[in-house]
């Protein structure tokens, strides 16, 4: 093939799949990341003696995965955990993109402070505040009801930090330019400022997404009813006082890890393309 004929396209391709002297050192790391999860799938397609006995056996008890979603109500737990989690991930990008917005551009008396507030709030454990928002949300009525696990998640310190970092890296004659054609604070906002906001706001979708529909610790203290389970409070379900279906357990793992995954695979590139170009100055 002559030089004429090749194209830069191609020439890009051939450089992105060049081996890296970093891939001797990124291999291993992945593989042994993944080792895990590959002990988990192998663990779900065992029989209840082969997972209770040492060491890694192959087997193919498909059925474990049927029987994990007859055996309990997974539907309604489905059902449960995407109603909260879409909830939870829809408020926090509307709340938190305002938020940022009025931290990163409006000037009001306290803003400095009220932002060091928030930073301050990234720092303190769950465990530290679980019981009192425990005691406001039975002071609203809401305890064991899905809106009690919405309620203290509807905006969160992460996303007001992420989103507002991304206003203050962008140019503000963008802005001013729409201002002097008329549009006002929201308006500028809506139509030019979140167009351009696909990634940081993917990464606050991602993050706001992974740990709602992996929580568990807060479903578990404010939710008795198993209608109310999620996914990950009802898992709990296959754990006996003496005995652990490790198979159905696994299994269910599985089966609620796979969105989750897709997901990400699908949104990484907006994840990475926010955290590897979008300063943080502050």
């Given at each position: 093939m002559s030089e004429a004929a090749i194209r830069p396209e191609d020439l890009t391709t051939a450089r992105r799949w060049t081996p890296s002297p970093w891939h001797l050192v990124l291999i291993p790391l992945a593989l042994v990341m993944l080792f895990p999860f590959?002990?988990?799938v192998v663990t779900s397609l065992q029989t209840l003696t082969q997972s209770r006995t040492f060491g890694l056996h192959f087997a193919l008890q498909f059925h474990n995965y049927v029987d994990a979603w007859t055996?309990?109500?997974?539907?309604?737990?489905?059902?449960?955990?995407?109603?909260?989690?879409?909830?939870?991930?829809?408020s926090n990008l509307v709340f938190c993109s305002l938020a940022g917005y009025a931290l990163a551009r409006m000037r009001f008396f306290g803003s400095g402070?009220?932002?060091?507030?928030i930073l301050a709030t990234l720092m303190v454990p769950f465990q530290v505040v679980m019981v009192p928002t425990l005691l406001i949300v039975r002071g609203l009525g809401l305890v064991d009801t899905l809106p009690a696990?919405?309620?203290?998640?509807?905006?969160?310190?992460?996303?007001?930090?992420?989103?507002?970092q991304f206003f203050k890296t962008m140019p503000v004659e963008i802005e001013e330019a729409a201002r002097i054609d008329g549009a006002?604070?929201?308006?500028t906002l809506v139509k030019v400022v979140i167009p351009s906001m696909r990634a940081p706001l993917a990464t606050v979708g991602i993050m706001?997404?992974?740990?709602?529909?992996?929580?568990?610790?807060?479903?578990?203290?404010?939710?008795q009813s198993e209608k109310n389970f999620t996914l990950q409070l009802g898992l709990m379900t296959f754990q006996g006082a003496h005995t652990i279906n490790w198979p159905l357990v696994m299994?269910?793992?599985?089966?609620?890890?796979?969105?989750?995954?897709?997901?990400?695979?699908?949104?990484?590139?907006?994840?990475?393309?926010?955290?590897?170009?979008?300063?943080?100055?502050?």
């Open positions: 590959f002990w988990l055996q309990a109500p997974f539907g309604r737990w489905l059902a449960n955990t995407t109603i909260v989690s879409v909830t939870v991930v829809i402070a009220l932002f060091l507030v696990l919405m309620a203290p998640n509807l905006v969160t310190p992460f996303g007001v930090f992420l989103l507002r006002g604070r929201l308006g706001t997404l992974l740990w709602t529909w992996n929580d568990f610790l807060w479903p578990l203290i404010a939710i299994a269910g793992t599985v089966t609620t890890q796979i969105p989750m995954l897709v997901i990400f695979i699908v949104a990484q590139r907006w994840f990475v393309q926010s955290l590897a170009t979008q300063g943080l100055k502050g």
